[in-house]
């Protein structure tokens, strides 16, 4: 797990999309809402304006409100993924190797996308993931054979601490 990388770059860095102003228009919808005793959870979801690595046509945000804590952080991941765009291997190909691009191997100490994963993404979903600094963040893709293809970043908000921007969430 040696993802920290040398160059202060990050998965941000391969979006047009400046996930940091999601909120700052009101063109997202609320898709789903939990609520479950210590927590309450939204998903926000907006089209992107243009696909973002090639495939990427929808961001989505899970935005998670400690009911025991309503004065910290709220946790927040962002799922990108593809609704009215074609998914194939070349497309989930090109997104592994962009991230690995950035962070190196991932946790399974894997590199770019290989023969063996295209056998896994046709009897079932691959899955990709990498650590990002000690657990601050984690960043996966789930690809599954022509079907499906999602980039997730867990704890965004923690991922964006150092670049001096912040999430203004709505409530």
């Given amino acids: 797990m040696n993802n920290i990388d040398n160059n202060n770059r990050s998965i941000l860095d391969l979006l047009n999309y400046d996930l940091t102003t999601f909120f700052q228009e009101d063109d997202y919808e609320e898709v789903d809402s939990q609520d479950t005793p ?5 998903d926000y979801e907006k089209k992107l304006p243009k696909l973002e690595l090639n495939v990427f046509d ?15 952080s709220n946790p927040v991941n962002v ?38 994963d295209h056998k896994t ?11 990002i600094e000690k657990g601050i963040s984690f960043i996966s893709i789930y690809y599954e054979q022509n079907k499906m293809l999602e980039l997730n970043i867990l704890f965004f908000n923690n991922l964006i601490k150092h670049t001096g921007k912040y999430l203004n969430i709505k409530q």
């Fill in 58 to 72: 929808t961001v989505q945000f899970r935005v998670f409100f400690d009911k025991d804590n309503i004065t910290g």
């Fill in 121 to 131: 993404s046709i009897k079932g979903s691959l899955i990709r993931k990498w650590t």
């Fill in 38 to 42: 210590g927590m309450f959870m939204i």
């Fill in 79 to 116: 799922k990108l993924f593809a609704k009215g765009t074609e998914i194939n291997r070349k497309k989930a190909s090109y997104v592994v190797d962009q991230v690995f691009g950035i962070y190196g191997m991932d946790d399974y100490e894997k590199t770019v996308m290989d023969n063996e």
